[in-house]
């Protein structure tokens, strides 16, 4: 542990925490987590979020850790146990019977301890010992002052009886008061000599052979007037004393202080409440105003100004155990050795003549150089004597038997003539506020100037550049370039990347990101460069003050572990926000993630991350909450891990679902089936009914269309009957005027006959009358009857071809070649008469008939096989 300074102390009000009130009690976990008892709680901090809970109702005394998810706690008139929920929330049972039961007193429960398999609750008058969801109550034998484990020994501490130990199961005396007083023991320590007991007002007692005995040394008599409130061993090598008046003390196992730290040294107020020292290096104490940490394992350690002692440091130097420190304000001085952090204040003395801007320390020859805002001023045996007027001397460097000096407006260099330096001469063809010089090899001088970038200049004999090369700060990436040699190499360094200069190309070529392993709060940007004070320290300046960093490794040296844990769950969307837990079921409408990991307690921590189905890890980010958005329904598995100092953490996967959308979930692809078949259905129901009402309107229509057709077809009918009754009416009339005529004719012939008749009746009297004429008379009867027979014959062809005109038209139109013979023998033919009755119409032999038919066949084409009957009636 450094010696020299004050740890690194980060100071935390009650508004971080939610105005929680004091803290009585802390602890802290593997994982790096620290839990805090307060007067309205519990308090959680994992070095980012403060998260507190609400138990009973009386201010919260104690607590005793288990894991993460499990807290016991004692309060006033209460004891239960903490249990996080799924949800990572704390939750408090009570555990203490008697809260409604009227005494005369109220129990406070200020310890809860753990021995075994038992938890234990002290308060004033009694303890509790639970186990296996019993209790069972030993009392105090007069009055429990105080309880601790030491060595896995459980001491109480009784107003009367002394101290004792408890085995478990009863108490047992340890020793007894003095008999002088009565002590007020708060906890033990041990050392080669046997044990130390702290006590709150008496200081310290040692514990040996059965002997109890006051120290009577600085430190125990400083604790008297302190007054020690909380106790906690660091480690087996350190101890730590929280006092009500005096701040914080820390000592190695002799006594010997190592820190002490108050309201001068950065404290919010002096009075601790409580101590806890982490497994990270860090101790927590609870003060009457606020919390803070102090950073043990840091090796950085800062003297900062809180009283206006000295201001803000540039530079530094030790010389014969003498610090001397260059600040805003002037030069100071002390003792090496005072340095360390054993006093209640800094110890600093102002070296007269010095007041001012000092910027630069340099020893050369036994001579401390101060380059001053006023001047050059050198300081030899106390005495301060100014060299030079000129203003603004930023550094000072020794080259063979010069001085060179940069300066607000170039390089003066100085020579030294009979022991006195003296001013030589400027610098040529180098202009500007030069604040670094350094020497590569011989005659090569590097100078960087501010705002414009670097110059290698060769130096003649003459001190003067005779070749330079420039090279301009924005070649250079980052802010706050600063010169540095290095392994014999020029480098320049900026807040991001290291540059190494090749001489052999003349360029800067190789360029490497900086990494840096420890954080420094309020590094100065003006100042350029870390000063080696000493073999053991560095020197750095800050804002308000400075800081040194121990360069010395620990012989034993624990590596400090740190866990990686996953600290929440949230789904998220436009309207409102849900805490998840491992393996929950996220609704799809809220598929925004934000999952927070953390290595608790740690600076300087890198994450990133990838998905169990993914190949590639995220950038690392300083950043521990990762959020993703539009996240697809299904299952996830998160894998994130961190990186502190260059070790990475194990992985830790987190796993959650989001949930199918209402759309796609089997539900809704059920729903979707039954809608298709209930289309389907009703589709096929639609279609059958349009089907029916289609095919009624098709019948409908085709009886329309039958009605039609019917109604068109009577029309046509009657039409046809019409035409045919006209035919048949024509025919009729056709024949009733062939009857008419042939009953004309008959009646012709009648009456020719009966002419005939009386022409004959008078011929025949005409005979009788005259004989003689009766061979006249014959001849004139019987040319008289040849003409008529030949008149009756030729109307019965003549009535024939008057019935058969349409007939003989078709005939005629289809074979012109048909005589009237033929016509009237195919009219024969038509009405069916045979070939005899055809021969006694035509009054010739039936052979005739016969042969007419054959001519006739040939006429007509017909082939044998063709009736000549049906061929006749077919046209």
Known sequence: MPEKGVPLIQNYTPVHYQNMGKVWDIKSSESGIVYMAADKGLIEYDGKIWNTFKGSKGFTRSLLLVNDSTIYTGSDLDFGIWRKNRYQAFEYTSLYPFKEDVNDFIEEFWDVHQLNDKIIFVSFQNLYIYKDQQLTRISAPYKFTASFVDHDTLFFVDERDGLLIFDGFS?????????????????????KQGLVLVTKNSGLYSYSGGKLKVLNNDFSNKLKV???????????????????????????????????????????????????????????MGMDYGVSAIDLKNKLTYFYDYTGDFGTAYTALVKDEIFYLGTNQ??????????????????FQLVPGTEGQVWSLMNVDNTLFIGHDQGLFTLKENAVQKISDHHGFWTVLPYQNYLLTGNYKGILIFEKKENIWTFLKKMDLILGSCNQLIIEKENILWVNIPNFGFIRAVLDENLSPEERLIFPAEDFDG?????????????????????????????FSDKTKITNDSKLNGLLSVVYQNTNLHADYEFYSIYNGFALKYLRQSEKQNPI??????????AFNNDEKLLLFPDATVPYDMNHINVEFIVPNQDDVLYQYKFKDGDKWSEWVTDNTFTFLSLKHGSHSLIVRASLHGKITDEKVISFRIATPW??????????????????YFTRVLQIISLKRQKKLFLIKEKNTLQMQAEKFRNEIVLLEKERIKMEYDQIKEQLKIKTIELANKAKDNEDKNRLLVILKDKCNMVQKDPSTSKIRWNEMQRLLDSYLNVEDKTFEIQMDELHQEFFKKLKENFPGLSSNDLRLCAYLKIGL??????????????????SRSRLRKKLSLKTDEDLYDFLNAL
């Open 171 to 191: 108490l047992n005396q340890f020793f007894n008061h003095p008999v002088e007083n009565s002590l007020d023991i708060l906890g033990i320590g041990q050392n």
């Open 226 to 284: 302190a007054k020690v409130f909380s106790f906690e061993p660091i480690g087996n090598s350190y101890l730590a004393f929280g006092t009500v008046l005096k701040g914080l003390y820390i000592t190695d196992l002799k006594g010997n202080i190592i820190h002490h730290i108050n309201k001068h040294k950065g404290l919010p107020n002096s009075t601790i409440l409580s101590l806890h020292y982490s497994p990270a290096g860090k101790l927590w």
């Open 330 to 347: 002037g030069l100071y001085r002390s003792r090496w050795i005072d340095l360390n952090n054993d006093a209640e204040f800094n110890r």
């Open 479 to 507: 802010n706050n370039l600063y010169l540095r040699k290095s392994n014999d190499e020029i480098q320049v360094i900026t807040d991001k990347f290291q540059y190494t200069y090749n001489s052999t190309d003349k360029k």
């Open 561 to 570: 572990k740190f866990t990686l844990i996953p600290k929440k769950i949230e």
């Open 663 to 680: 759309y796609r979930s089997w539900y809704a692809y059920l729903t979707y089936v039954l809608l298709i078949v209930l289309a389907f």
């Open 834 to 851: 045979n070939s005899k009755e055809i021969a006694e119409i035509l009054n010739i032999q039936p052979s005739s008939s016969y042969i």
